[in-house]
């Protein structure tokens, strides 16, 4: 296609080509086919494929730029591209923009499944789009009848920005505990760019301005992204609030080596960096990076009795100057309904409080770790939590190892030394180690309360590469972290900077590099 075009012609060669996506609209698409538009220009309308057209993984239909620089999709009102009920799509170098009403109604580039079946629509590739202007930049659902979504799904290289509600989302039908289906399977997202996607100030019964929402999904990878400066207009009386990256109703997802900052809540709810919510299952968060956001670096929450929500990792993270609206979260923060078997080890975390956003959580100072009745079988192992005068854990009850267990831990404050235990206040670990029974291993202390020595401390970070600034710089018999034979558990081969784990482990995201 091209503005010099005309549809009276085949469009079947740059030198003949259609000149209006509504003529391309009329036409019905089949394996192979391609449509094609001339970068660097601008079509106004929309691209919809329907229910028999699309191709297959061998054959797909490609809607995509030719020529130089990107083509641009500016839909009137509505969505750029729409698929519904087929698959066999990939769609490529591309910018879709919104206007107004698309801003309200729209999505960039939207898959609908409403099939009834049990078949996944199978084969999505997105690369190198830009989406925004839209009210989602991109949305994968299952929507009506449809138990299933869709399957094979790529998402890379793609930026989505300043949308009303979401920068990328997946959803499905209702969870059912008792029968857990998942609508989509075999997802693979990769340096996707999330960020200014606002909310929406009028959205009070449900969260809006998240950069990347994982819903209904088994078996999915969001890998090397960033989310940024999401949230900031969210609902101020929203019941639930947005997040930098979050999954829920999932199984199966692995969140690594991500980057998420500045993530913004309107209300009093959420506004963290990441977050395993209601549901979620056999998933992982590691080697991601945490800062400045309004609620929790990493949220690991369960608000409904279901007890789907059990078997989940957090490890290898860093989390640098979280909570800074919400003092009520914290930089990790667990707790829920009927939540099992959850450990969270290798992490640092660094909460500094001289800076907070508002007054009233500067006098509230959130901890490192904040941990809420619910739980059963945490296991909180290896990290290193620091502060400068804040609480270094604040636990609603009293809990014994045979509900949640920490060792080998460093707690390290330039300030007062606390952790607020149940009813209890406690000023030195070995006062608290006694009364709660924690860091010891077969009845000999362990954990710590010695200076890692982090940068970050005093430092400030205002970016990614400021990771290093939580890398300990100073060697310690008290930063030895105890072996996974003592532990009981596999920490894996890498460490947050990807360097291979040593024999001997240390506390924290960072390991030392040894010879051996």
Same mark, same amino acid.
């Given at each position: 296609?091209?503005?010099?075009?005309?549809?009276?012609?085949?469009?079947?060669?740059?030198?003949?080509?259609?000149?209006?996506?509504?003529?391309?609209?009329?036409?019905?698409?089949?394996?192979?086919?391609?449509?094609?538009?001339?970068?660097?220009?601008?079509?106004?309308?929309?691209?919809?494929?329907?229910?028999?057209?699309?191709?297959?993984?061998?054959?797909?239909?490609?809607?995509?730029?030719?020529?130089?620089?990107?083509?641009?999709?500016?839909?009137?009102?509505?969505?750029?591209?729409?698929?519904?009920?087929?698959?066999?799509?990939?769609?490529?170098?591309?910018?879709?923009?919104?206007?107004?009403?698309?801003?309200?109604?729209?999505?960039?580039?939207?898959?609908?499944?409403?099939?009834?079946?049990?078949?996944?629509?199978?084969?999505?590739?997105?690369?190198?789009?830009?989406?925004?202007?839209?009210?989602?930049?991109?949305?994968?659902?299952?929507?009506?009848?449809?138990?299933?979504?869709?399957?094979?799904?790529?998402?890379?290289?793609?930026?989505?920005?300043? #949308?009303?509600?979401? &920068?990328?989302?997946?959803? $499905?039908?209702?969870?059912?505990?008792?029968? %857990? =289906?998942? /609508? *989509?399977?075999?997802?693979?997202?990769?340096?996707?760019?999330?960020?200014?996607?606002?909310?929406?100030?009028?959205?009070?019964?449900?969260?809006?301005?998240?950069?990347?929402?994982?819903?209904?999904?088994?078996?999915?990878?969001?890998?090397?992204?960033?989310?940024?400066?999401?949230?900031?207009?969210?609902?101020?009386?929203?019941?639930?609030?947005?997040?930098?990256?979050?999954?829920?109703?999932?199984?199966?997802?692995?969140?690594?080596?991500?980057?998420?900052?500045?993530?913004?809540?309107?209300?009093?709810?959420?506004?963290?960096?990441?977050?395993?919510?209601?549901?979620?299952?056999?998933?992982?968060?590691?080697? #991601?990076?945490?800062? &400045?956001?309004?609620?929790? $670096?990493?949220?690991?929450?369960?608000?409904? %009795? =279901?007890? /789907? *929500?059990?078997?989940?990792?957090?490890?290898?993270?860093?989390?640098?100057?979280?909570?800074?609206?919400?003092?009520?979260?914290?930089?990790?923060?667990?707790?829920?309904?009927?939540?099992?078997?959850?450990?969270?080890?290798?992490?640092?975390?660094?909460?500094?409080?001289?800076?907070?956003?508002?007054?009233?959580?500067?006098?509230?100072?959130?901890?490192?770790?904040?941990?809420?009745?619910?739980?059963?079988?945490?296991?909180?192992?290896?990290?290193?939590?620091?502060?400068?005068?804040?609480?270094?854990?604040?636990?609603?009850?009293?809990?014994?190892?045979?509900?949640?267990?920490?060792?080998?831990?460093?707690?390290?404050?330039?300030?007062?030394?606390?952790?607020?235990? $149940?009813?209890?206040?406690?000023?030195?670990?070995?006062?608290?180690?006694?009364?709660?029974?924690?860091?010891?291993?077969?009845?000999?202390?362990?954990?710590?309360?010695?200076?890692?020595?982090?940068?970050?401390?005093?430092?400030?970070?205002?970016?990614?590469?400021?990771?290093?600034?939580?890398?300990?710089?100073?060697?310690?018999?008290?930063?030895?972290?105890?072996?996974?034979?003592?532990?009981?558990?596999?920490?894996?081969?890498?460490?947050?900077?990807?360097?291979?784990?040593?024999?001997?482990?240390?506390?924290?995201?960072?390991?030392?590099?040894?010879?051996?």
């Amino acid at each position: 296609m091209s503005p010099d075009g005309d549809d009276e012609n085949d469009g079947l060669s740059p030198e003949k080509p259609w000149r209006t996506l509504d003529h391309a609209n009329d036409v019905r698409f089949r394996p192979g086919d391609r449509l094609r538009l001339e970068g660097g220009e601008r079509f106004r309308g929309s691209v919809t494929l329907e229910e028999g057209e699309a191709g297959s993984s061998t054959k797909p239909v490609v809607i995509e730029s030719y020529g130089t620089g990107r083509a641009t999709i500016a839909p009137r009102g509505t969505s750029g591209i729409t698929v519904r009920d087929t698959a066999g799509v990939q769609i490529r170098n591309l910018s879709l923009i919104g206007d107004r009403r698309s801003l309200r109604e729209g999505v960039g580039i939207a898959f609908r499944n409403r099939l009834a079946g049990t078949r996944r629509l199978r084969h999505v590739r997105i690369t190198n789009v830009e989406a925004r202007g839209f009210q989602n930049g991109i949305s994968v659902g299952a929507e009506k009848d449809a138990v299933v979504g869709y399957g094979d799904v790529r998402i890379s290289d793609v930026s989505v920005h300043h #949308n009303l509600e979401s &920068g990328l989302v997946f959803y $499905g039908p209702e969870f059912e505990a008792d029968h %857990p =289906t998942y /609508a *989509h399977a075999g997802l693979r997202i990769e340096r996707v760019k999330a960020y200014s996607n606002t909310g929406d100030p009028r959205s009070d019964k449900r969260n809006t301005g998240s950069g990347v929402t994982l819903g209904s999904v088994r078996d999915a990878k969001v890998m090397r992204s960033v989310a940024h400066d999401n949230g900031s207009t969210s609902a101020a009386v929203a019941e639930e609030g947005p997040e930098g990256i979050w999954v829920y109703d999932s199984t199966h997802v692995v969140l690594e080596n991500n980057v998420s900052y500045r993530n913004r809540t309107g209300s009093r709810v959420d506004g963290g960096g990441f977050g395993f919510d209601n549901n979620v299952s056999f998933s992982v968060m590691q080697y #991601n990076f945490a800062y &400045g956001n309004d609620g929790p $670096g990493f949220l690991v929450y369960s608000g409904q %009795p =279901t007890g /789907a *929500h059990k078997n989940n990792i957090v490890r290898f993270n860093m989390s640098w100057d979280d909570a800074r609206k919400l003092p009520e979260y914290g930089g990790i923060v667990a707790y829920g309904t009927r939540m099992a078997n959850l450990d969270i080890y290798h992490n640092t975390v660094v909460m500094r409080t001289e800076n907070l956003a508002s007054a009233e959580a500067a006098g509230s100072r959130p901890p490192a770790l904040r941990l809420h009745d619910g739980m059963r079988g945490v296991r909180v192992h290896n990290n290193i939590l620091a502060t400068d005068g804040g609480p270094l854990i604040s636990a609603q009850s009293s809990y014994r190892p045979g509900t949640l267990r920490l060792q080998g831990n460093v707690y390290y404050s330039t300030g007062r030394w606390s952790v607020k235990w $149940g009813a209890q206040s406690f000023t030195g670990l070995g006062g608290w180690r006694t009364a709660s029974r924690q860091e010891t291993l077969d009845g000999e202390p362990v954990g710590s309360s010695e200076d890692p020595c982090l940068p970050g401390l005093e430092a400030p970070i205002t970016d990614g590469a400021g990771a290093r600034k939580l890398v300990p710089q100073c060697e310690s018999k008290g930063l030895a972290g105890l072996g996974p034979q003592a532990l009981g558990i596999g920490v894996g081969p890498v460490d947050y900077f990807g360097d291979r784990i040593p024999r001997a482990l240390t506390v924290g995201a960072a390991q030392r590099r040894t010879a051996d």
